[in-house]
């Protein structure tokens, strides 16, 4: 047996920015190197940030990805790593594959390079291509067909790219059949609640499959709308689970594990299962004794109360998004109820009170005690607030338009929705949009009014759960022995129901649930034991909404199904 100490690198780069992806790679590399790993791998399209979607279509983005990537090695021989293996992923292309109706122009490839001695010395793209979901992949790229394999110090590792882990058939089949002791995946998977699992037990059927150890390597940060939370691992070849890392930290997890001899070259095979394997050798001899380390497991959040993950992804999807996108501050709008208290929570947990402006804005019909409640909010958590009354901008509205009242509610949520964009364009800020899952669902906001913002932290949470997860926020402070954040009224309110024409909102959230997350149609649904006049009410409501969600800000995906792009509808559609 051969004992090789392994660094999984689980990184947050930013789409585009390759010199500062860049400087990860070598920063993580440099600790790899100070821990003793005989080798560091990073994840998917690091170099590039994933998903870099079109970007991938543009021939000059594809050529500066293979240029820094070159430089990259490079840099690490002259910082004094290039005796340090490093897998790293990368866009690069498809040399001699000439233009082809329904293949991506300049044929890009989603690729990994093992960078030694400041050279590319093997490389090899993904074969699965994932077209489902929010993947795009079949648009983007074209496929390899390739199993790469390193001999370090004696063993065989084998490498793959995320889908080619999920999917049967593809280069993982090919594992076993090349003599490999261990597989390794680049993975840009991005979170969806309670896909940790999944993940881990994908891996360990993988493991007893192809008779190898397998580690996962896993990125971590915002992207748009997605959420990457590391969790990377590696499990032996009987599926034990040997190391696992942080979720939604960045961390370098370096573990030490025992792999068997590689066979001699002689008697290994050129192809498996209908791929060529493409090998390169580091070293043929066993690295010296050295003392092994002691396995990091780092232990999972409460493995029956998951909200503390959730939260936590919406937090780290916010605060990407805005440092990514050069935002400071952020501004809510705040009305004393459940949505608008847990987004600027949120808000505060991402970026600090001092970053996080609350505006109440009154109205007509507003309460004294939903502007109590929005106020005491303000001062539960030392954010910056202010008042500015609607009334009598609504009232200027309806004189010089000679507007009647029948539109009165969206009239003076649009107004308030300006008031926003126009604090935002004056002073800087981010506005976040407070609307939930339900609301976007079944068109309640106000277009131009509560779908006003630039992110939408909110966007892929039920009502149901928006109100769970807050309850659990102020759980989660009173343990600490500080002062809940959000008031007890909000709650109230959110038990009591926004809407008065619709049932209890566990209800409503059940039904759309299963409308929107399985695609069943009314008579699945109606058979399934919902009411059928609710059906018939909830369904026409969520298919009127379409054009609403098209205009709705980005906000980070937690479900499995979310209100963007996994779920592609037309606009003009008659079908019910």
Request: charged share 25%.
């Given at each position: 047996?051969?004992?090789?100490?392994i660094?999984?690198?689980?990184?947050?780069?930013?789409?585009?920015?390759?010199?500062?992806?860049?400087?990860?790679?070598?920063a993580?590399?440099?600790?790899?190197?100070?821990?003793?790993?005989?080798?560091?791998?990073?994840?998917?399209?690091?170099?590039?940030?994933?998903?870099?979607?079109?970007?991938?279509?543009?021939?000059?983005?594809?050529?500066?990805?293979?240029?820094?990537?070159?430089?990259?090695?490079?840099?690490?021989?002259?910082?004094?790593?290039?005796?340090?293996?490093?897998?790293?992923?990368?866009l690069?292309?498809?040399?001699?594959?000439?233009?082809?109706?329904g293949?991506?122009?300049?044929?890009?490839?989603?690729?990994?390079?093992?960078?030694?001695h400041?050279?590319?010395?093997?490389?090899?793209?993904?074969?699965?291509?994932?077209?489902?979901?929010?993947?795009?992949e079949?648009?983007?790229?074209?496929?390899?067909?390739?199993?790469?394999?390193?001999?370090?110090?004696?063993?065989?590792?084998?490498?793959?790219i995320?889908?080619?882990?999920?999917?049967?058939?593809?280069?993982?089949?090919?594992?076993?059949?090349?003599?490999?002791?261990?597989?390794?995946?680049?993975?840009?998977s991005?979170?969806?609640?309670?896909?940790?699992?999944?993940?881990?037990?994908?891996?360990?059927?993988?493991?007893r499959?192809?008779?190898a150890?397998?580690g996962?390597?896993?990125?971590?940060?915002?992207?748009?709308?997605?959420?990457?939370?590391?969790?990377?691992?590696?499990?032996?070849?009987?599926?034990?689970?040997?190391?696992?890392?942080?979720?939604?930290?960045?961390?370098?997890?370096?573990?030490?594990?025992?792999?068997?001899?590689a066979?001699?070259?002689?008697?290994?095979?050129?192809?498996?299962?209908?791929?060529?394997?493409?090998?390169?050798?580091?070293?043929d001899?066993?690295?010296?004794?050295?003392?092994?380390?002691?396995?990091?497991?780092?232990?999972?959040r409460?493995?029956?109360d998951?909200?503390?993950?959730?939260?936590?992804?919406?937090?780290?999807?916010?605060?990407?998004?805005?440092?990514?996108?050069?935002?400071?501050s952020?501004?809510?709008?705040?009305?004393?109820?459940?949505?608008?208290?847990?987004?600027?929570?949120?808000?505060?947990?991402?970026?600090?009170?001092?970053?996080?402006?609350?505006?109440?804005?009154?109205?007509?019909?507003?309460?004294?005690?939903?502007?109590?409640?929005?106020?005491?909010?303000?001062?539960?958590?030392?954010?910056?607030?202010?008042?500015?009354?609607?009334?009598?901008?609504?009232?200027?509205?309806?004189?010089?338009?000679?507007?009647?009242?029948?539109?009165?509610?969206?009239?003076?949520?649009?107004?308030?929705?300006?008031?926003?964009?126009?604090?935002?364009?004056?002073?800087?800020?981010?506005?976040?949009?407070?609307?939930?899952?339900?609301?976007?669902?079944?068109?309640?906001?106000?277009?131009?009014?509560?779908?006003?913002g630039?992110?939408?932290?909110?966007?892929?949470?039920?009502?149901?759960?928006?109100?769970?997860?807050?309850?659990?926020?102020?759980g989660?402070?009173?343990?600490?022995?500080?002062?809940?954040?959000?008031?007890?009224?909000?709650?109230?309110?959110?038990?009591?129901?926004?809407?008065?024409?619709?049932?209890?909102?566990?209800?409503?959230?059940?039904?759309?649930?299963a409308?929107?997350?399985t695609?069943?149609?009314?008579?699945?649904?109606?058979?399934?034991?919902?009411?059928?006049?609710?059906?018939?009410?909830?369904?026409?409501?969520?298919?009127?909404?379409?054009?609403?969600?098209?205009?709705?800000?980005?906000?980070?995906?937690?479900?499995?199904?979310?209100?963007?792009?996994?779920?592609?509808?037309?606009?003009?559609?008659?079908?019910?």
């Open positions: 047996m051969v004992q090789l100490r660094a999984l690198a689980q990184v947050n780069p930013t789409v585009g920015d390759l010199e500062g992806n860049c400087d990860s790679v070598v993580y590399s440099r600790r790899a190197n100070d821990a003793g790993a005989h080798l560091a791998v990073f994840p998917e399209m690091v170099v590039t940030g994933y998903s870099v979607e079109d970007l991938a279509l543009r021939n000059g983005f594809v050529s500066a990805s293979i240029k820094a990537t070159h430089g990259l090695a490079r840099r690490l021989e002259a910082e004094g790593l290039g005796h340090l293996p490093v897998i790293v992923g990368y690069s292309r498809r040399e001699g594959l000439g233009e082809r109706f293949q991506p122009p300049g044929a890009p490839q989603n690729s990994l390079a093992l960078l030694h400041g050279e590319l010395r093997l490389v090899s793209a993904k074969y699965h291509l994932p077209n489902y979901g929010v993947f795009d079949a648009r983007y790229f074209v496929p390899g067909d390739t199993l790469p394999v390193v001999r370090l110090h004696g063993a065989d590792i084998a490498f793959a995320c889908e080619d882990l999920w999917q049967e058939g593809g280069p993982v089949s090919a594992v076993r059949g090349a003599g490999a002791g261990m597989l390794i995946t680049l993975n840009g991005p979170y969806e609640r309670a896909k940790d699992d999944v993940r881990l037990e994908l891996c360990q059927r993988r493991a499959e192809t008779g150890a397998v996962y390597v896993n990125m971590t940060g915002g992207q748009d709308e997605l959420v990457f939370e590391g969790d990377s691992f590696i499990v032996d070849s009987d599926g034990e689970l040997v190391a696992r890392a942080p979720q939604f930290d960045d961390a370098l997890l370096v573990t030490d594990v025992e792999l068997p001899r066979k001699d070259p002689a008697v290994l095979p050129a192809e498996a299962k209908g791929f060529r394997i493409v090998r390169h050798t580091v070293s001899e066993p690295p010296a004794a050295y003392e092994p380390l002691t396995p990091v497991l780092t232990p999972r409460n493995p029956t998951d909200r503390a993950e959730v939260y936590t992804a919406l937090v780290t999807g916010l605060r990407d998004y805005a440092r990514k996108n050069g935002f400071t952020v501004m809510v709008g705040l009305s004393g109820g459940i949505d608008s208290a847990l987004t600027a929570t949120i808000a505060v947990d991402a970026l600090g009170a001092e970053h996080v402006h609350g505006v109440v804005m009154p109205g007509r019909t507003t309460t004294a005690q939903e502007i109590e409640d929005a106020e005491d909010l303000v001062r539960r958590q030392g954010i910056n607030g202010r008042t500015v009354s609607v009334k009598p901008m609504v009232d200027a509205y309806e004189s010089a338009a000679g507007l009647g009242r029948a539109g009165e509610r969206d009239l003076e949520s649009r107004v308030r929705g300006n008031l926003l964009m126009a604090l935002s364009n004056e002073e800087g800020h981010l506005v976040l949009a407070t609307g939930d899952k339900t609301e976007l669902a079944t068109g309640e906001g106000s277009l131009y009014g509560d779908s006003v630039g992110y939408a932290p909110l966007k892929d949470c039920w009502k149901t759960q928006v109100r769970d997860l807050a309850r659990w926020r102020n989660a402070a009173a343990k600490e022995g500080t002062t809940p954040p959000i008031p007890a009224n909000s709650f109230d309110r959110a038990v009591e129901g926004d809407w008065p024409d619709l049932p209890d909102p566990d209800v409503v959230d059940s039904l759309l649930d409308y929107i997350g695609d069943r149609g009314q008579a699945e649904l109606i058979a399934a034991g919902f009411d059928a006049d609710l059906v018939k009410n909830i369904v026409s409501l969520v298919d009127r909404a379409e054009f609403k969600r098209r205009q709705y800000p980005p906000g980070p995906k937690i479900s499995k199904r979310n209100l963007g792009r996994d779920r592609r509808l037309p606009i003009t559609n008659r079908w019910t």
